[in-house]
Structures are given as structure tokens and as C-alpha cells.
């Protein structure tokens, strides 16, 4: 064990009884159960944010998330003699939610809707407020898609193109049509109202719900849960659960949690789990009927979850790689995904035809 990692360790109410690294971090064995060190990667003012969200769950009785773990000097972020800046926060054995187990996506489903449900009208300051919320999806849009028609001029004036290249333009017109139609389907829509409600009632997302940061929980780990504040007595009342359920999954990395429309998350996570299982329409429906059981969807969100859906993300992100890229070499990989892409591309238009029949 390195000195400099002692030297932040006893700065910590905890006796450590192994460490080892993991990416980018070092879990810790402790009295107190796991724990997670790694340096500070952000300011302090965003970690201040994330750990008053982080508090407000487990006020509300959701005990399973990474809160940050405080020194002696009642502080988040902890300092090293060379002014290196670490924080510590609780962690959980398990393992990653499968996309592929339908028992784990379900659980997965049912998890975010009881963390959108407990994530409302958290008691932030109008600092956090204006520094922490979303970005305006319509400028996002807007910005994609000058890149990519920007990438597409770039390749077409090349003399001579690789196979990413060829590939690339063989599917550009089917993708930026639907990046225009996605675009021109959230400028009419009531998005701007979703927004401002968001704010009003300060909702907060987590911001990037994929699988990597859901984890289910070893068996000897999962406990009861009393979900006893009157908003969690009421919404699962409605949804026909009792008032102690059972917590099987833990929720960590809230470094990207923000004010905004919690749609969002479902479309990440649906997102996901859709390209995972070739947009199967059934593992979709059960998506949506397992949030709702929880907490009813409106058909405003739920447009706006098809949009965010038909707009050709990963094909943006793909389009991005390469422009930042080295141009003159592509790895395999990316052309792998751009023919996964295409290949998926009907029954992904399959779902959404089904999702947008519920729209009208």
C-alpha cells in the first residue's frame, strides 16, 4: 500500500482491512462495509450537488446508492501533502444489471421509477438549480446535426475512402432524415413546458442509468426496505406494492444527475437494453408497463421518449469518433458498429411504429 493512500486513509472514521485497485480507483474492505476511493474528478461545487441528492434518497429510505463518505473534518473532498484531491464513497458487491436477463431489466425498470419518484421536489438551491440542469435538447439536436452533415461533406469531397467511409455514406441519407424528422418533432412539441415543470418541481435524473451503474446486490447483501415517507406510501400504494419491498439493486454514479425531464433516463436505459435484444417490441412494453406500475408516463413524456428514440444517436456518436479521430486509419470496431447499426435499423422502425401508435 502506497503511503500517500495511508496518509489519506487516516483522515477516514474507518479501519481498513484490504485494498485493492480497480480502474481509476481503490476499493476498500473496511469496518463499514465496502467503500470506494478515487480522485477528485470534478469541482467541488458539483460534488456538493451530487451529495445533496445522494442525501435526500436515503432521507427518503433508499439506502443503496454511492453517498459520499466524509472525513474527520466533516468534509467531501479529502487532500493529500501534494494537494492531490480524493473523495470516498460507499460501494456495493455485486454484479452488473444484465440487459440481457429480463428478470434484471424489469428490476432495473422498476428501480429508476422509485428513484424518479423520490427525486422530486429535492430541496436544491437556486445555485445548484441554474448550474445543474439540462441542456435545451432542441440546441443539442441542432448542433448534431451540423456535424454530421459537416462529416458527410468531408468524406464526400475525398478522393480516395477507406471502407468506414464508403459504409458511412452508403447509410447517411436513412440516418439524417431521421435526425430532421426528430429534430422537427421536438420543435413542436410541448417540450419547453416538460422542461420548465422539471424545474419548478425541481426533478432531478441520474443522468446516465445504463448498466454499468446499476448493480445487483449478493443475496446476504439485500435487506428490507421501509418505504415509509408519506410520498413513498402513496405511490406504491397506487401502483398495488407494499410498504416494505424488497431492494435488490443498487444505484452509483450520479456524476452526470441534473435538473431535468426524467424520460431521459428511460430512454438511456431503454436505449441500451433495446440494441442489446434487436429491438424486441415485448422486452419494450415491458419496459414501460414495469415503470408505470410505479409512476404513470403522460403522452408528453412519452412523445418525447420517441423522439429521443428515433433520433440516431449512436450513429451521431459514431459520427463524432471519427471526425475527433485519426482519419487516415478507422478502427474495425467502429465499422462493426456502423454495420450493427444498419442491420438493426428495421426492427428498430418495427418498435417505433408500435411506440408511436400509443401517441394518438
Known sequence: MEDRNL?????????IYNTYRIRGAFILETDKGLKLLKSLESSKSRVDFEN?????????????????????????????????????K????????????????????????ILHTLL???????????????????????KRNRELKRVRSYIREKRKKNEFELCYLNCYDEFYNQSQEATRIL???????????????RCVCHGNYTYHNV????????????????????????????????ANMATTNFDRACVGIQ???????????????DWDPDIGSMILDNYNRILQIDKDELKLLYVLLLYPEKFW????????GKKSWVPQRNIQKLIGIQEQMDRKKQFLECLRATLT
Not at 443503496?64 to 470516498?88: F, M, P, Q, R
Not at 420543435?187 to 418541481?201: D, G, I, T
Not at 424520460?263 to 435484444?277: A, G, H, L, P
Not at 456518436?317 to 475527433?324: C, G, S, V
Request: charged share 25%; hydrophobic share 35%.
Open 52 to 88: 445533496t441528492v445522494l442525501e435526500y434518497l436515503t432521507i427518503q429510505n433508499y439506502p443503496y446508492v454511492d453517498l459520499y463518505v466524509k472525513n474527520y473534518s466533516n468534509e467531501i473532498v479529502t487532500e493529500d501533502s501534494a494537494g492531490n484531491k480524493y473523495v470516498l
Open 187 to 201: 420543435s413542436e412539441s410541448n417540450y419547453a413546458e416538460l422542461m420548465k415543470e422539471a424545474v419548478e418541481h
Open 7 to 15: 496518509e489519506l486513509f487516516r483522515q477516514y472514521n474507518i479501519k
Open 215 to 246: 448493480i445487483v446486490l449478493k443475496a446476504n447483501q439485500i435487506n428490507s426496505v421501509n418505504w415509509n415517507s408519506s410520498k413513498n406510501e402513496e405511490v406504491l400504494s397506487a401502483a398495488g406494492l407494499r410498504g416494505t419491498i424488497k
Open 120 to 142: 422530486r421536489e429535492v430541496p436544491l438551491s437556486e445555485e445548484q438549480l441554474l448550474h445543474n440542469s439540462y441542456v435545451d435538447l432542441l440546441e443539442v439536436f441542432d
Open 317 to 324: 456518436k459514431i459520427t463524432n469518433f471519427y471526425y475527433n
Open 90 to 113: 460507499n460501494w456495493f458487491p455485486g454484479e452488473e444489471c444484465n440487459l440481457r436477463d429480463e428478470a434484471d431489466v424489469a428490476d432495473a425498470t422498476v428501480n429508476l421509477a
Open 263 to 277: 424520460i431521459t433516463d428511460i430512454y438511456q436505459f431503454m436505449r441500451k437494453v433495446m440494441e442489446k435484444n
